[in-house]
């Protein structure tokens, strides 16, 4: 994680997002945290940001754990697996 000061990011912003494609970069004014700048480096990258950081998603999450925990569900290893259709053309 790099520390930049905001004058500087604010002077070369293209050159930090770009950096920060491969680590945040924390900007801080007068010396303290301020903000964190995050980067993506393909859209993929965006994509799961953006699910990790949706309440309606993590809360889905943590409803299916707390029902894994009830005991409600199916295990991974029970399902079973048909093989794909031929789909006609």
Same mark, same amino acid.
């Given at each position: ?11 070369? &912003?293209?050159?930090?997002? @770009?950096?920060? *494609?491969?680590? =945040? ?9 301020? %903000? !964190? ?13 953006? &699910?990790?950081?949706?309440? @309606?998603?993590? *809360?889905?999450? =943590? ?9 409600? %569900? !199916? ?15």
């Amino acid at each position: 994680m790099k520390k930049v000061a905001l004058s500087e990011v604010k002077d070369d &912003l293209s050159k930090y997002l @770009r950096i920060a *494609e491969g680590e =945040e970069i924390i900007i801080t004014r007068h010396g303290k945290p301020a %903000g !964190v700048l995050v980067g993506f480096a393909s859209e993929d990258d965006w994509l799961e940001y953006q &699910l990790e950081n949706d309440p @309606r998603f993590l *809360e889905r999450i =943590e409803q299916a754990r707390r029902s894994l925990r009830a005991g409600k %569900g !199916v295990r991974l290893e029970d399902l079973e697996v048909s093989p794909p259709t031929d789909q006609p053309s």
